[in-house]
């Protein structure tokens, strides 16, 4: 079995050592940062949905009041009913983007895995070179 010989001085592999060290720490703080900043997008996408859906469930509200205020003016079956159509059809559409985006929110893992996996390798790294 050959046998590995180092030519650097005691003190100079501590300092490659903690120069890699460092620069790794740095390397992992930038992939945890990436990681997380994409999975936020996705989150505010998803908020945006929710808040979108409870825009059109309140465009429904409006729209039910306003057919029950021709429904009491009117007393006709065609302008009331067509805005009870209206209102059913929005009301059901926000109803399930909500329904959609809270799904998507709670099936959300903001748990930086890679850098997680990473860090894990690298602390095996780390004892590997001080035995």
Known sequence: MEQRTDQRSLGELFGDL???LS??????????????TSKVTHMSRDAGIIGLGGALLYAAVLG???TLVLLLVEAGLAP????LIVTIIVGVAGALMVAGGQDRLKKADL????????VDEDVEWAKERFR
Not at 23 to 36: D, H, P, S
Not at 80 to 83: F, I, M, N, S, V
Not at 111 to 118: A, E, Q
């Open 23 to 36: 620069t790794l720490i740095r390397q992992e703080i930038v992939l945890a940062r990436t990681e997380m």
């Open 80 to 83: 009331w009913l067509a805005a």
């Open 18 to 20: 903690s120069r890699s």
């Open 111 to 118: 748990v930086p895995h890679r850098t997680v996996g990473t």
């Open 64 to 66: 039910l009041l306003a």
